[in-house]
Structure formats: structure tokens, C-alpha cells
């Protein structure tokens, strides 16, 4: 751009100074011919003629008319070139703005350059360390995924080791035994209104109408599989209506057995049935050989899953048993009815208090199989006819013997047991380090009724009045 400017001045410039030079050379050219003229022509103005003169005169004005012509056109010359000098000169201050701000630009580009350059080996420094903490960041999350592994693999194995090791029991012995107590207190209470209620009904022997000696024979075979077959005949012969207290007592043993029953059960199945079987013997083989805390985990666990396992059983259909048993020893009593009409009666009067004593039981059940680690609780109950053992049995009618002038009832087995009033409560501790080594602490004893707790005064004309001795001092009114 600089360049083509300098260029452009002094051409102009010289086409001015043509000019001006061509005008003086026409201005010298024209005195010389007029001088010329002048010379031929006689000096004297007589002599001029008045053509000459205004020819001449004409050539004059023509003259300065292109003199002034000239003037103008020089003035117009020195003013243009005057403002073609001022722009000049701004075009060269522009020119050399420029040039200063293209240098600047230059020595900025090349710094830029520079830090270009060193932002690139700055770059590439930056990505290899990228790429080494890349390398870093794998290796430490696989060695992180690799502790993870381990961990989650500890975890588990001290889930394990946890479910096998001692943990605080929820329960102590004497919550457990309350608990029990009180189931005692409401099986009693029930049997009681039981008693008084359907004892005025019976009237001796028992036969079912319209079943005639089957449905008695029926009756009394599941009575006698419950309470024995000495409580089972005594049934059959007492005056129930002169004396209800074995009625009571036989509402009592058959609610205690069947308590007993879903205190101790794995999953409610039938007494009998091959699970619960299967269950319980690998349970007694499994405590006998494990350590304590071993064989309750074990325990716990079973139940959990066998729960899952099997359906879960209603308690409508556990409190079914013991109606059921009730209304066989009410037949058997001597209650002219057919058993299920007799279910119809208990369901209605007896359903909310035997659900009562259902709950309570299972409620143990949960207690004794769930909650306990450190020892076992077991519900006693002593099936009928086995020896009577003071130091772990309590008899109901111990204050009281045979009457004076009676003859005593099954003299000949007085020393076993008639039947189970009152459930007891033993607890279990497994010796540390010995196999099959316990100490048993009978924490409650089970009440127990003896024949010798029961008198007769037997005539040849009729059943023998039964009369038997109070239980649990004088009987609880409801």
C-alpha cells in the first residue's frame, strides 16, 4: 500500500510541472510573435492600420484570457496538490499506524506462536500424564473391585459366622415362665365354665343318638388316645352331674396336650406326620453332637425356611383340635348328642377363649424356637400312666389322700400318673465341649392328678359316686 502511494505522488507532481512550464513556453511563444509583428511594421501608428491593431488586441485578450486560464488552472494545480499533500501526508501517518500496528501484530503473532508452541508441549505433557492417570485410575479400580469382591466374599462369611455365634436371648427364663403361667391360668379358667356348663347335660353312660354304639366307641378310642384309657373309663362311669371336677380335669389334660403340642411343632402338621418327624430327630441328633449356639441357629433357620416352605396354618383350624377333643370327652361323658352338633355349641360359647389360648400357645412357640440361643426351653408335659417323680412333677391333690372308709381307685398303679392339669417349663443348657452332656433346671414343675387323688364308694345297684379331691385348693368361679 506504501508503495503505490509514493508512486502516484511524483507523477503528478511532474504533470503539474509540465503544465506550467508548457504555459510559460505558449506565453513566450505569443510576446515573440506579437515582438515579430511589431517589427515589420513600421513604427509609426499612422502607419498601423485598424485591422492590425484589433487583430492584435484580440490576440492580447485571447493571450490573457489563457493566461488567466492558466492562473486558475495553476491555482487549481497548488490546491490540489496541496490537499494531495495533506493526504499524503495522513496516508503516510496512516501508513505508518499501520505499519506500527502490523508490527505489533507480527511481534504479537509471533509470541502467540511461542505460547502456541509451548500450550502444545504443555498439551501433550498433560495428555501423556492423562493417559498415565488413566492407566492408574484402571489399575486402582480394578484393585478396588478386587477388595470389593473380597469384602462382599468376608461379608458374607461373617453373616455366616455371625448366625452361629452366642447372641443375647430376648427372653430370660423368668418372662418365658409367666408366659406360661398364664397359659396355664386361661386353660384352667376354660375348662372350668366348660365343665359347668355341659356337666348338668350328662347323663351317665354316654351314647349318641343316632349313632348308637359306634359313635360312644369312636368317641372314646380318641379320648383314650389323649388322656389314657384309665381317665377315658373313669369318664364313661362318673356321676358328672353330682361332681364336675373330673370333667374340668379332663377338659384340662386335653387343652394341656395340645398346647404342648404347638409349643414343641415345626411347622403345625400333624403330630405324627413324617416332617415334623424327620425335623425334630435331626434336631435332637444335631444339639446332642453341635455346641449350643450351633444347634439354635440351626433351629431358627429351619423354622424360617420350613414356614416358607409349608402353607401356614390358620388358628381356627389348631383351636378345631381341641373343640374336637372336648366335644369326644363330652360323648364319652355321657352327653347324649351327635359330635357335631357339639362342635356347633363349644364354637359358639368356647371359639374366643380357646383362640385365646391358641395365640398364647403359638406365641410360645415363636418365643422358645425363635428368640432363645443360649439354652433350650421345654414344655413338660407327662403323658398319662408314666411314674410319678416328685422332683420334677407337682401333684394337684397332693394335701389330699384316699378317704377314710373308701376304697382307693387303681391301688394297684397308684404310684403313676393319671393325667396332666398344668404344663411345666424345663431349661436346657448344653455343656461347653461335651457331647450329650445338659443341665436341666425344672424351672416349672407340671401339675399332675394321681388316682390316689380320686375316691370312690362303689355299689353293686349303680355306677360308683366318683368324688375327687379339689384341685388347685377351692375352684375358680368364672
Not at 48 to 75: F, G, K
Not at 111 to 116: C, F, P, Q
Not at 383 to 389: I, K, M, N, Q, R
Request: aromatic share 6%.
Amino acid at each position: 500500500m506504501s508503495s503505490v502511494t509514493t508512486t502516484t505522488f511524483p507523477t503528478t507532481l511532474a504533470y503539474y510541472g509540465a503544465g506550467i512550464i508548457g504555459f510559460f513556453t505558449l506565453a513566450s511563444f505569443g510576446m515573440k510573435k506579437i515582438f515579430g509583428c511589431f517589427r515589420w511594421i513600421p513604427f509609426s501608428r499612422n502607419d498601423l492600420s485598424t485591422n492590425v491593431i484589433q487583430d492584435l488586441r484580440q490576440t492580447l485578450s485571447q493571450r490573457d484570457a489563457e493566461i488567466a486560464e492558466l492562473r486558475e488552472s495553476l491555482s487549481t494545480a497548488e490546491n490540489r496538490s496541496t490537499k494531495t499533500t495533506r493526504e499524503l501526508e495522513a496516508s503516510r501517518k496512516e501508513i505508518e499506524h499501520v505499519n506500527r500496528t502490523r508490527t505489533n501484530l507480527e511481534k504479537r503473532a509471533r509470541e502467540a506462536l511461542v505460547g502456541k508452541e509451548a500450550l502444545e508441549h504443555e498439551l501433550g505433557t498433560r495428555a501423556e500424564e492423562l493417559a498415565t492417570s488413566r492407566e492408574d485410575a484402571n489399575t486402582i479400580q480394578e484393585a478396588l473391585n478386587q477388595t470389593k469382591t473380597l469384602l462382599d466374599m468376608r461379608t458374607a462369611e461373617l453373616k455366616v459366622a455371625q448366625a452361629f455365634l452366642p447372641r443375647s436371648d430376648r427372653y430370660a427364663g423368668a418372662d418365658i415362665m409367666k408366659m406360661v403361667e398364664s397359659l396355664n391360668s386361661e386353660i384352667h379358667q376354660t375348662a372350668s365354665i366348660m365343665a359347668d356348663v355341659f356337666s348338668p347335660d350328662l347323663q351317665g353312660p354316654g351314647t349318641v343318638l343316632g349313632d348308637g354304639e359306634v359313635g360312644l366307641h369312636e368317641a372314646a378310642v380318641h379320648t383314650e388316645e389323649i388322656l389314657g384309657e384309665g381317665m377315658a373309663k373313669m369318664l364313661q362311669t362318673f356321676n358328672h352331674q353330682e361332681e364336675n371336677i373330673l370333667l374340668q380335669i379332663a377338659f384340662q389334660a386335653s387343652m394341656c396336650a395340645f398346647t404342648e403340642w404347638i409349643m414343641d411343632s415345626w411347622c403345625y402338621h400333624d403330630r405324627d406326620s413324617e416332617v415334623e418327624a424327620v425335623l425334630q430327630e435331626t434336631y435332637e441328633q444335631l444339639r446332642e453332637t453341635e455346641e449350643q449356639p450351633v444347634s439354635a441357629r440351626w433351629r431358627i433357620l429351619t423354622r424360617k425356611y420350613v414356614r416358607k416352605l409349608y402353607p401356614r396354618v390358620e388358628q381356627p383350624n389348631l383351636a378345631y383340635h381341641i373343640l374336637a377333643a372336648c366335644a369326644n370327652i363330652l360323648i364319652t361323658s355321657g352327653l347324649h348328642e351327635s359330635e357335631q352338633g357339639l362342635l356347633d355349641k363349644l364354637a359358639t360359647r368356647f371359639a374366643d377363649r380357646v383362640a385365646l389360648i391358641v395365640e398364647r400357645a403359638v406365641h410360645l412357640n415363636n418365643v422358645i424356637g425363635d428368640d432363645i440361643t443360649s439354652c433350650e426351653f421345654v414344655p413338660i408335659y407327662c403323658t398319662p400312666d408314666v411314674a410319678f417323680d416328685p422332683s420334677t412333677m407337682e401333684n394337684a391333690t397332693e394335701n389330699g389322700s384316699a378317704t377314710a372308709g373308701h376304697e382307693a381307685i387303681f391301688v394297684h398303679n397308684e404310684n403313676k400318673i393319671l393325667c396332666t392339669t398344668d404344663l411345666g417349663l424345663l431349661k436346657a443348657e448344653k455343656v461347653h465341649g461335651e457331647e450329650g452332656t445338659w443341665n436341666n433346671t425344672v424351672l416349672l414343675k407340671p401339675k399332675i392328678v394321681m388316682p390316689s387323688g380320686l375316691t370312690a364308694s362303689p355299689t353293686e345297684s349303680e355306677s360308683p359316686d366318683w368324688r375327687t379331691q379339689s384341685l388347685h385348693g377351692e375352684r375358680e368361679e368364672s
